[in-house]
């Protein structure tokens, strides 16, 4: 694997947005890093602790020709334990369910099948025979 890329300690910065616009002056920074930045539920913990930053090339996971994003991420799952996330065209719990059971991701993200059907989680999490997952004071609202 690359070594650490950058080191940004608590005090390197007076906040972290200023962080974030110097880095993307040289460096492209995905968006679900922007979002974690600015959510101010994450300001105090982020800015009380040191952030290690790798950079990490295709060709270090032992890539010679291109090939598909399912498989760099499976190698670099394989060689690092760092926690990855995933969104995007998720449609159902069932899908959801899939990608974390083989791998593929830790954390799904699901947004815009969850904005346009609230109940998605309960549902699908009926369909699957998952019990109790309804607090009992709120359970009369979804029989």
């Known amino acids: 694997m690359e070594k650490?890329?950058?080191?940004i300690k608590p005090t390197s910065y007076k906040n972290l947005k200023k962080c974030l616009k110097e880095l993307k002056k040289k460096y492209y920074i995905s968006f679900w890093i922007e979002d974690i930045v600015k959510?101010?539920?994450n300001k105090i913990l982020i800015t009380k602790k040191t952030i290690d930053l790798y950079r990490i090339k295709v060709s270090s996971?032992?890539?010679k020709k291109p090939t598909t994003l399912k498989a760099i991420y499976k190698k670099f799952k394989e060689k690092t334990s760092i926690i990855t996330r995933t969104s995007g065209l998720i449609t159902e719990i069932k899908q959801a369910n899939k990608i974390v059971q083989k791998?593929?991701?830790?954390?799904i993200a699901i947004g815009r099948s969850f904005i346009s059907?609230?109940?998605l989680i309960y549902k699908g999490a009926k369909q699957m025979k998952i019990k109790n997952i309804i607090?009992?004071?709120?359970?009369r609202m979804f029989d």
């Open 135 to 139: 607090e009992p004071q709120y359970k």
């Open 103 to 107: 791998g593929s991701a830790d954390l």
């Open 39 to 41: 959510n101010k539920k």
């Open 4 to 7: 650490k890329w950058k080191k």
């Open 117 to 119: 059907n609230p109940m």
């Open 61 to 63: 996971l032992g890539f």
